[in-house]
């Protein structure tokens, strides 16, 4: 937390990583002396994965069995709502509906309309993710992004807000340097940092995240990357600040300086992307 802070980031969204449904997220900010001191909202988010935790053994084993274990949960968690609702508006006569510990939080996502995670890092897993969500009536917010250059016409009519994970991919350093590599992977390597300047073009709102960077001044050289590549730097900056805010929402507390917000400051000698 510390380290982070030290690097100018003030806040974060918090969420837990393995597992189909790892948990709800939670907004905070990275100052005080006790966890309880630093939480701002929550959950302000619910995840979801389309792979099972390193304990995790049998059903679903593949991503089909994955992706209809997930539809189904949010089904379940439809009937479960509408159990819950009839019998809340006259249990007089009726049978209490049995509690659901593991649905409870996903009926809570899609009656506040929150935001729903989704993974999709390559072009064909984007579509698909919109696809689950229309189909599970659930409020999107895909995560990944990073062939999100190819299809900025089909992210920019679901009207949803993205996150973009500026994790870059890189030849990994173990790697034999010899090794043939497809010219697929060559290209999403060089092209994945245009990203965020193809969905600023598109009139898509995104946000930042950190992927599995635990440098945080590594966050701030990649975004640098894209700014070269076309991202304006008060583009960069909003999807740092105010876009982020808003998604998860606590606009109306943090990501823009304005009287009878929290006062989160970054202080810089000379332009913050310089």
Same mark, same amino acid.
């Given at each position: 937390?510390?380290?982070?802070?030290?690097?100018?980031?003030?806040?974060?969204?918090?969420?837990?990583?393995?597992?189909?449904?790892?948990?709800?997220?939670?907004?905070?900010?990275?100052?005080?002396?006790?966890?309880?001191?630093?939480?701002?909202? !929550?959950? +302000?988010?619910?995840?979801?994965?389309?792979?099972?935790?390193?304990?995790?053994?049998?059903?679903?084993?593949?991503?089909?069995?994955?992706?209809?274990? +997930?539809?189904? %949960?949010?089904?379940? %968690?439809?009937?479960? /709502?509408?159990?819950?609702?009839?019998?809340?508006?006259?249990?007089?006569?009726?049978?209490?509906?049995?509690?659901?510990?593991?649905?409870?939080? *996903?009926?809570?996502?899609?009656?506040?309309?929150?935001?729903?995670?989704?993974?999709?890092?390559?072009?064909?897993?984007?579509?698909?993710?919109?696809?689950?969500?229309?189909? !599970?009536?659930? +409020?999107?917010?895909?995560?990944? *992004?990073?062939?999100?250059?190819?299809?900025?016409?089909?992210?920019?009519?679901?009207?949803?807000?993205?996150?973009?994970?500026?994790?870059?991919?890189? #030849?990994?350093? /173990?790697?034999? @340097?010899?090794? /043939?590599?497809?010219?697929?992977?060559?290209?999403? #390597?060089?092209?994945?940092? !245009?990203? @965020?300047?193809?969905?600023?073009?598109?009139?898509?709102?995104?946000?930042?995240?950190?992927?599995?960077?635990?440098?945080?001044?590594?966050?701030?050289?990649?975004?640098?990357?894209?700014?070269?590549?076309? *991202?304006?730097?008060?583009?960069?900056?909003? %999807? *740092?600040?105010?876009?982020?805010?808003?998604?998860?929402?606590?606009? /109306?507390?943090?990501?823009?300086?304005?009287?009878?917000?929290?006062?989160?400051?970054? +202080?810089?000698?000379?332009?913050?992307?310089?």
């Amino acid at each position: 937390v510390t380290s982070w802070r030290n690097a100018g980031f003030t806040s974060a969204v918090v969420t837990p990583e393995r597992g189909f449904f790892p948990g709800q997220a939670a907004f905070v900010n990275l100052a005080g002396d006790r966890p309880n001191d630093m939480v701002v909202r !929550t959950p +302000v988010a619910l995840r979801v994965n389309l792979q099972g935790g390193p304990d995790h053994r049998g059903y679903p084993n593949s991503l089909m069995g994955a992706i209809a274990y +997930v539809k189904q %949960a949010f089904f379940d %968690a439809q009937q479960y /709502d509408q159990a819950w609702t009839i019998y809340q508006t006259k249990p007089v006569g009726l049978v209490r509906p049995e509690y659901d510990r593991a649905l409870e939080p *996903l009926r809570d996502a899609l009656k506040a309309r929150r935001p729903v995670l989704f993974p999709g890092n390559l072009a064909k897993e984007v579509e698909r993710a919109y696809a689950i969500a229309r189909e !599970t009536g659930t +409020v999107p917010v895909v995560y990944g *992004l990073q062939e999100g250059y190819r299809i900025p016409s089909v992210i920019a009519p679901a009207a949803a807000p993205v996150l973009v994970n500026v994790d870059w991919p890189v #030849r990994d350093k /173990d790697s034999d @340097p010899h090794a /043939d590599v497809p010219l697929a992977t060559l290209r999403f #390597r060089d092209r994945a940092p !245009t990203t @965020p300047a193809e969905l600023e073009k598109a009139g898509v709102r995104f946000a930042f995240y950190s992927g599995r960077i635990s440098d945080p001044r590594d966050v701030l050289t990649n975004v640098r990357k894209a700014i070269a590549l076309g *991202l304006t730097a008060d583009g960069a900056l909003r %999807a *740092l600040t105010v876009t982020p805010a808003e998604i998860f929402g606590v606009g /109306d507390r943090v990501g823009t300086l304005d009287v009878g917000k929290i006062a989160n400051l970054v +202080v810089t000698e000379g332009e913050l992307f310089d």
